[in-house]
Nanobody
């Protein structure tokens, strides 16, 4: 069993920045053994992958819409994955979720483990 708790969302003006955090825990869960992903879901839209990072943090994967603006990172000692979001735009408004999954060959496969999400709202 894995528990994921996102935080750091909020209301920000266009051009601003936010840093999301996702803390993972679980009795038999070893964070450093798993790849992680960040997803978002805007009202009326399907959930989409924003970024993914391997268990050792190499070669992150980004959606085209956030490349150059968002940075995913992880601290295995703190059992936390981060999403630094810069130059935010109203189109980035969504609920952001983290996920435990599998990242290989440039593709991320999500699992059924999700956090409760954190709301990001970008005003114009």
């Amino acid at each position: 069993q894995v528990r994921l708790v996102e935080s750091g969302g909020g209301l920000v003006q266009a051009g601003g920045s936010l840093r999301l955090s996702c803390a993972a825990s679980g009795r038999t869960f070893t964070f450093s053994n798993y790849d992680m992903g960040w997803f978002r879901q805007a009202p009326g839209k399907e959930r989409e992958l924003v970024a993914a990072i391997s268990r050792i943090g190499f070669t992150p994967l980004y959606a085209d819409s956030v490349k150059g603006r968002f940075t995913v990172s992880r601290d295995n000692t703190k059992i936390t994955v981060y999403l630094q979001m810069n130059s935010l735009q109203p189109a980035d408004t969504a609920v952001y979720y983290c996920n435990v999954g599998t990242y290989s060959s440039g593709r991320y496969r999500e699992s059924d483990y999700w956090g409760q999400g954190t709301q990001v709202t970008v005003s114009s």
